[in-house]
């Protein structure tokens, strides 16, 4: 074989594989060059048959890695055995690995890779490779010696080193892992490679020792944890607490019949956190998320609601504040800092919190005034140091500068009020500014997209949601908040809610589309028997919650997101259908529950003969 390596009529040969190599990585990238395939083609190539040009597949095959890189490159220099890459991939799966022997410590395994995994281990942690003062191979090296010299002097002594070692066995597939060593600081002051003592607990994993402890009091607030750096190492060993609460984990998936790759997510995320941290103390819900963000293989969504019944989630209260609320605490930093005390008051005139009682508005409501005030307030900074200064002429200006935005109107007539009736300013200069304001013209949506608009809803709920839109005219709002008390088949009605949760009026159910609840609940009782959620639209996320949340803005969404429309357009083009067919607008407020403003202006788009432009108006 080694006189085969040297043989002069394999160097064209070596040629041809080189310029091949370099091709490939032209085609692959650089890496092509740096993982050894030079050394694996010239062996394949002198193990052919005598007087044969190209290398037979079952050689290629027996390689421990990269066969179907090694074929392309070899049929790129014209020596390969010309098969597919798909078949090489498919035979190689089926090939069984024989035991080979590891390059670094020459040990044998059955795993088929080239290192074995020790000596991947040492090559990381040693990245440095030098030539070894024992074997005076070219590799990492720690002490000045590589591993196998390393675990020679622990287990053997110096005299091996001389007189060379058996074969030994690295354990991969072949036998249980053998003792290790350890370096030892001697009373010179040298550190020298020990054997490390082999006992009955030593296969097994050891506990982690960042288990935490019940009760155990914080010194300061813990910075977060970077799981990225663990989340592919050796798992710690799991307590028999942790083992438990895997075995309610996997029959409560049983039990609700998670799919097979969410249960698998979520119980990998489980074993992670509980093998690390343990079961003694409450895990915090940050840790979770952090190793959902891993990857996909890692879910916590319905880890939170499992650890939260036992008693073992310390909840992220971040996480959970209102986003409207942090919204207003971001615009406030905009604010000039002369200008926030007189803004603060007009925040909590919004929030009810006055010097005479009123109504209190939602931090949405809140935000979304805030974020239209916040441009002229930062203009006005720089010239005026109080509110006061404010006259109509600049209220004026900024509504000129902002023509059909109507929300910078309203937002500065709510301030200006509010700090009027608190009395910190003494004239009200927004309210004889003038402003007009934007009338929407509602139009249809195309023929086109309505022709079989709810048969081409693959699921039974979207079939609902979308009847209840585009038959009952029920804003995307109404129907998430509907509860499965709020129906009532025997009499076909529907109950509507306000956002406030309160019932304000009764849709008469038509047969087709009590026929589409009918079926929905027929298939959600099929798939979620236990589900406990009283709204009649739940997803496979809400179905199983204990907090019994209605379904998401964005998943009512995609039902008419999958369709080429949107849920508004839909209730828009379902009410301008019956104004075109009625024009009475007491109709249109008694069937769709509308204000008479609302009427009047769908009557408008419906019929603008009626409705001429008034010549006075501006």
């Given amino acids: 074989m080694r006189k085969r390596l040297h043989d002069s009529r394999l160097l064209p040969e070596m040629d041809a594989v080189r310029a091949a190599i370099d091709t490939a990585a032209e085609a692959r990238g650089p890496w092509v060059r740096d993982i050894g395939l030079l050394s694996d083609c010239l062996h394949v190539l002198t193990v052919r048959p005598p007087g044969a040009r190209r290398v037979n597949l079952d050689a290629i095959l027996r390689l421990p890695r990269r066969p179907a890189l090694i074929a392309e490159v070899l049929d790129r220099a014209g020596l390969g055995p010309q098969v597919e890459r798909a078949e090489i991939m498919r035979l190689a799966r089926q090939t069984v690995v024989l035991a080979s022997s590891c390059a670094h410590c020459l040990a044998w395994k059955a795993d088929g890779a080239r290192l074995c995994l020790p000596c991947q281990r040492f090559k990381q942690a040693h990245r440095q490779a030098g030539v070894c003062a024992g074997c005076g191979r070219n590799l990492p090296l720690q002490q000045g010696r590589c591993r196998m010299c390393l675990y020679v002097l622990a287990h053997i002594g110096e005299q091996a080193l001389t007189a060379g070692v058996q074969l030994w066995m690295d354990g991969a597939g072949l036998r249980p892992r053998r003792r290790g060593y350890r370096l030892v600081t001697g009373q010179d002051g040298i550190r020298r490679p020990v054997a490390a003592e082999e006992t009955a607990d030593r296969r097994q994993p050891l506990g982690s020792p960042a288990i935490a402890t019940a009760g155990q009091l914080t010194l300061f607030p813990a910075p977060p944890r970077h799981w990225d750096v663990l989340h592919r190492r050796e798992l710690p060993a799991l307590s028999d607490r942790a083992e438990a609460l895997r075995r309610d984990l996997a029959q409560l998936a049983a039990r609700q019949q998670w799919r097979p790759r969410v249960a698998s997510a979520h119980q990998r995320t489980l074993t992670m956190i509980t093998a690390w941290l343990g079961v003694d103390a409450p895990i915090e819900e940050a840790d979770l998320w952090a190793f959902a963000r891993l990857g996909n293989s890692y879910n916590a969504r319905r880890l939170i609601p499992f650890l939260t019944q036992r008693g073992l989630l310390n909840p992220d209260h971040a996480r959970h504040a209102d986003p409207h609320r942090g919204g207003v605490a971001r615009l406030r930093r905009r604010i000039p800092a002369h200008l926030l005390p007189e803004v603060d008051v007009w925040i909590a005139v919004l929030r009810g919190e006055g010097r005479r009682p009123s109504r209190p508005f939602p931090w949405k409501?809140?935000?979304?005034?805030?974020?239209?005030?916040?441009?002229?307030?930062?203009?006005?900074?720089?010239?005026?140091?109080?509110?006061?200064?404010?006259?109509?002429?600049?209220?004026?200006?900024?509504?000129?500068?902002?023509?059909?935005?109507?929300?910078?109107?309203?937002?500065?007539?709510?301030?200006?009020?509010?700090?009027?009736?608190?009395?910190?300013?003494?004239?009200?200069?927004?309210?004889?500014?003038?402003?007009?304001?934007?009338?929407?013209?509602?139009?249809?949506?195309?023929?086109?997209?309505?022709?079989?608009?709810?048969?081409?809803?693959?699921?039974?709920?979207?079939?609902?949601?979308?009847?209840?839109?585009?038959?009952?005219?029920?804003?995307?709002?109404?129907?998430?908040?509907?509860?499965?008390?709020?129906?009532?088949?025997?009499?076909?009605?529907?109950?509507?809610?306000?956002?406030?949760?309160?019932?304000?009026?009764?849709?008469?159910?038509?047969?087709?589309?009590?026929?589409?609840?009918?079926?929905?609940?027929?298939?959600?009782?099929?798939?979620?028997?236990?589900?406990?959620n009283p709204h009649l639209l739940v997803t496979r996320v809400t179905a199983h919650d204990p907090e019994d949340p209605q379904m998401s803005h964005k998943a009512f969404q995609y039902f008419f997101r999958r369709l080429g429309t949107n849920a508004e357009q839909v209730r828009i083009d379902r009410i301008l259908d019956e104004a075109r067919a009625t024009a009475d607008p007491v109709h249109l407020i008694t069937v769709f529950g509308i204000t008479e403003d609302t009427a009047m202006d769908y009557l408008t788009s419906a019929h603008p003969e009626r409705f001429p432009t008034d010549p006075i108006a501006p």
């Fill in 365 to 532: 409501t809140v935000n979304g005034y805030l974020g239209y005030a916040t441009p002229p307030l930062e203009s006005w900074g720089p010239s005026a140091t109080s509110l006061r200064e404010i006259t109509t002429a600049h209220v004026q200006e900024v509504l000129d500068n902002s023509p059909g935005v109507d929300g910078v109107f309203t937002a500065l007539r709510s301030l200006f009020k509010a700090l009027k009736r608190e009395r910190v300013i003494f004239h009200d200069p927004a309210r004889p500014a003038t402003f007009t304001f934007r009338t929407a013209v509602r139009r249809p949506v195309p023929t086109d997209l309505l022709i079989g608009l709810i048969d081409r809803v693959p699921t039974a709920s979207g079939k609902v949601a979308v009847a209840l839109t585009a038959i009952h005219a029920l804003r995307a709002q109404s129907i998430r908040g509907t509860l499965l008390s709020d129906l009532n088949r025997s009499k076909g009605t529907l109950g509507v809610r306000r956002a406030s949760g309160k019932q304000t009026r009764l849709v008469y159910l038509d047969d087709f589309t009590l026929s589409l609840i009918t079926t929905m609940l027929k298939q959600r009782a099929t798939r979620w028997p236990h589900s406990t």
